[in-house]
């Protein structure tokens, strides 16, 4: 096969001589042509006696004694700090200048996350907080401006003991350990600028059928009298659809139309470009570049369809870090690198594991054809608080928000293996499982929803998710050979725990084996930390690596029950090093082979 370099190994070195990472537009699903990217080097300071707002450090008068490479955060090798202790407080500063063309028109501050809780100033004036640590927010900072310089300062709190927040695999004692990780502070998404009109488009939901009909809804921010809101769909370059509504207050919908519509699919990944503008009369008052994608995902009795058509679902367990920058993907390359091998390996889809993945990431899914299991940062596997509730449904229903439009998604799941609900034979906790299930079904009645990935379901599901790491292909086959679907008296056998909850049946759901594997290898001449370890011990050799890998492959051949798996996983992260690559990126086994395996699977 053709070895695939890492390409974040490649580009990396350029970028910082440039002096600009991740410099490409951050959401190329909401993009306007006037923006400036505001990463790179900005002062920084360590607050852990939590003295910066007492001391006005918001004002600038306070020197900042560090330097941070932005989007980075100070946990990281590549925000030139690299200091994975406590800091539960910490500040930015970096000076900016409005660019004189964008004279007349509304500037809008993005972030693309901070976690956990931010508060932002432009000249000493605050601009606004938000809470949640892995969604995007946005100020309008125009009122904030003056002419030449102007200083932006943020403070960012992530109390890293806090277990109520949702964090993921992000450990909240000092050292990783175990399937947790390094923590992720502060500003790890890009930071950016850009120019829109008086009245604006904050976003539009695109909703489009497979027979062509795609319907767009807008939300308007300072609607005026005597606003149009359009639409121009374009394929290969040519405008082929569009149309034009009036929009008379926040909220304005379009209904348009494309003949003999090509579909998207991982084999296909069929995109079409659209424009959307706020017109008053011949005058564009605000424009955004987007695109979007003809697919549909629906069950079947125990099948799955896309685009009306059954498909087996082959997918990557991705948790989407990295060694030199964690949850942060350190180059656009290196995101497209990720995809890239998933695919050549034979896998057409990835279950992003307890991460809101950066928006690029889902762009090139999009583009390249990947399928995505779109999942929510948990809390603490045994914590439930009303705080916990408050926090996760608000940042739940954000990421909902945010990655509507991306057909590559098929899939939410909110929770895994129990995470934040760990006595779900208590009512509350049952309750707040189900209505998570509604929840998501109310914000988006176009993908699949899972209550709980891995084991103890309730009756709301679409796909019946379970968890099982058999060593070897016939502890699977024994286990599976007599499942049988579609009777409420169809009967699981448990894994760590029980696959449904008592009370509850099975409701004919697809069943999805969204955890497996976890074979562990040490690649000849890979440095691992002293604590690696793996799932049932590491390999000696490839060759036993391969053994095992092949032995539930052609295990799952032969269990027709099961339409859908997820191997976990796709690269070692820090001391786990179950991937089939290691965690800089260099492939444990031969892609080709994979391949093979995944291809048997139908």
């Not at 500037?107 to 809780?117: E, I, M, S, T």
């Not at 209904?255 to 470009?273: F, G, I, K, Q, T």
């Not at 596997?381 to 098929?410: C, G, K, L």
């Not at 499982?433 to 709301?460: P, Q």
Request: charge should be negative; glycine fraction near 8%; aromatic fraction near 12%.
């Amino acid at each position: 096969m053709t070895r695939l370099v890492p390409a974040c190994l490649l580009t990396l070195p350029l970028l910082f001589a440039q002096g600009v990472p991740r410099a490409e537009y951050p959401q190329p699903q909401f993009q306007r042509e006037q923006w400036l990217t505001l990463n790179g080097t900005w002062e920084f300071e360590f607050d852990d006696q939590n003295v910066g707002l007492a001391e006005h450090w918001a004002a600038g008068e306070k020197r900042f004694t560090r330097s941070i490479v932005v989007p980075f955060a100070f946990e990281t090798a590549l925000s030139g700090i690299g200091d994975t202790s406590f800091h539960p407080w910490v500040w930015y500063r970096r000076p900016f200048t409005v660019p004189a063309g964008w004279k007349g028109k509304r500037v809008l501050l993005h972030f693309g996350a901070v976690d956990y809780r931010a508060q932002v100033w432009v000249n000493g004036r605050q601009a606004g907080e938000h809470e949640s640590g892995h969604v995007p927010f946005c100020f309008d900072i125009t009122h904030l401006l003056k002419e030449g310089s102007n200083v932006l300062a943020v403070r960012a709190e992530d109390p890293p003991t806090d277990r109520t927040i949702p964090r993921g695999k992000q450990y909240w004692e000092p050292k990783s350990a175990g399937i947790f990780y390094t923590r992720t502070s502060g500003i790890w998404q890009p930071v950016w600028l850009e120019a829109a009109g008086e009245s604006y488009l904050s976003r539009v939901r695109i909703t489009p059928a497979t027979d062509g009909a795609v319907r767009f809804e807008a939300a308007i921010t300072n609607p005026r009298p005597g606003l149009e809101f359009a639409a121009r769909i374009r394929w290969a370059g040519e405008e082929i659809s569009g149309a034009t509504a009036k929009a008379g207050g926040p909220f304005a919908t379009l209904l348009a139309n494309v003949d003999a519509p090509r579909l998207w699919h991982p084999d296909s990944p069929n995109l079409y470009d659209v424009t959307f503008e706020l017109r008053r009369g011949d005058v564009v008052v605000d424009r955004v570049q987007s695109y979007f994608g003809f697919r549909s995902v629906s069950v079947e009795g125990e099948r799955i369809l896309l685009n009306g058509r059954p498909i087996y679902l082959k997918t990557v367990l991705d948790q989407g870090y990295w060694p030199e920058s964690t949850l942060t993907p350190p180059s656009d390359d290196a995101i497209q690198y990720d995809i890239r091998m998933t695919k050549e390996m034979g896998f057409n889809g990835a279950r992003k594991h307890q991460k809101v993945e950066d928006p690029r990431f889902l762009y090139w899914a999009d583009k390249l054809g990947l399928l995505v299991s779109g999942e929510m940062p948990n809390a603490h596997p045994r914590v439930f608080t009303n705080d916990y509730v408050t926090r996760f449904v608000r940042e739940w229903m954000e990421a909902i928000e945010r990655d509507y439009n991306h057909p590559s998604i098929i899939i939410w799941a909110p929770l895994n293996e129990s995470w934040g609900v760990p006595n779900l034979r208590e009512s509350r906790q049952v309750n707040h499982m189900r209505a998570l299930y509604t929840l998501t079904k109310s914000m988006d009645a176009t993908r699949l929803v899972v209550d709980n990935d891995g084991w103890e379901h309730a009756d709301l599901y679409d796909i019946f998710n379970i968890h099982d790491y058999a060593r070897h292909g016939d502890l699977l086959l024994e286990k599976y050979k007599g499942l049988t679907l579609g009777e409420p008296s169809t009967h699981f056998p448990s894994g760590s725990r029980a696959q449904l909850l008592p009370g509850f049946d099975y409701n004919g759901a697809p069943v999805f084996l969204s955890e497996f594997g976890g074979i562990a290898y040490i690649l000849p001449g890979q440095k691992v930390p002293e604590s690696a370890w793996g799932y049932a011990g590491v390999e000696k050799s490839q060759q036993d690596a391969m053994l095992r890998l092949r032995s539930l492959y052609t295990a799952l051949e032969r269990l027709p029950a099961i339409v859908g798996i997820c191997y976990t996983q796709l690269t070692d992260v820090e001391q786990e090093i179950n991937g089939l690559l290691t965690y800089d990126r260099k492939p444990k086994f031969d892609a080709k082979a994979l391949r093979e395996l995944n291809n048997m699977l139908r």
